[in-house]
Antibody, heavy 125, light 105 residues
Framework: EVQLLESGGGLVQPGGSLRLSCAAS????????MTWVRQAPGKGPEWVSA????????FYADSVKGRFTISRDNSKNMLHLQMNGLRAEDTAVYYCAKLRIGVRGILGGDTYVDLWGRGTLVAVS | VMTQSPGTLSVSPGERATLSCRASQKISTKLAWYQQKSGQAPRLLIY???TRATGVPARFSGSGSGTEFTLTISSLQSEDFAVYYC?????????FGQGTKVDIK
């Protein structure tokens, strides 16, 4: 079964740090770009960060650039998000997600989510 | 910016639901639709504006290109009452609409 399972969420004070992890299974992990998408309570999803299968191409939303770092360990089928300098507005459920890439490739942002994890709650207060 | 309308759509079971999504600039057909039920993660329904994802029932259809898009549910079933989001993927950053809630009339 294709599955994504997030961990590492919790309650943290403003200015603090958290590291989210996502364990992938059921597919050839290194073949796929991956992303983090967050959803604040009662709001629509907000894309946070993405990286290519090799990890060589990385993208961030302006709202997290310089504070968050995405990474992956293809030997362990793991995706990570290091979050530093957390703010109240970072409070959300964070989803790990698998990306499908279109003909224009990941550099062109031609990518959508075809599988979502269950999410992990990050509360900054 | 992706703008969805209406914010809430009240529909009786068996009726048709039509949801709209407008992009602030042309995105060709680089549009996906997701369904999210309460307490669950979103689920991919449509990509490429009109292609159903694997396992999605035929009552779901998508159309449009450029800046105007539509998701149609031909005959609402009880399991279709949820929030629906559109997302553009014509370039970074990926952006989502604010959602349309489909509830029971």
């Amino acid at each position: 079964e294709v599955q994504l399972l997030e961990s590492g969420g919790g309650l943290v004070q403003p200015g603090g740090s958290l590291r989210l992890s996502c364990a992938a299974s059921g597919f050839t992990f290194f073949n796929y770009a991956m992303t983090w998408v967050r959803q604040a309570p009662g709001k629509g999803p907000e894309w946070v960060s993405a990286l290519s299968g090799s990890g060589g191409s990385i993208f961030y939303a302006d709202s997290v650039k310089g504070r968050f770092t995405i990474s992956r360990d293809n030997s362990k089928n793991m995706l990570h998000l290091q979050m530093n300098g957390l703010r109240a507005e970072d409070t959300a459920v964070y989803y790990c997600a698998k990306l499908r890439i279109g003909v224009r490739g990941i550099l062109g942002g031609d990518t959508y989510v075809d599988l979502w994890g269950r999410g992990t709650l990050v509360a900054v207060s | 910016v992706m703008t969805q309308s209406p914010g809430t759509l009240s529909v009786s079971p068996g009726e048709r639901a039509t949801l709209s999504c407008r992009a602030s600039q042309k995105i060709s057909t680089k549009l996906a639709w997701y369904q999210q039920k309460s307490g669950q993660a979103p689920r991919l329904l449509i990509y490429g504006a009109s292609t159903r994802a694997t396992g999605v029932p035929a009552r779901f259809s998508g159309s449009g290109s450029g800046t105007e898009f539509t998701l149609t549910i031909s005959s609402l079933q009880s399991e279709d009452f949820a929030v629906y989001y559109c997302q553009q993927y014509n370039g970074w950053p990926l952006t989502f609409g604010q959602g349309t809630k489909v509830d029971i009339k």
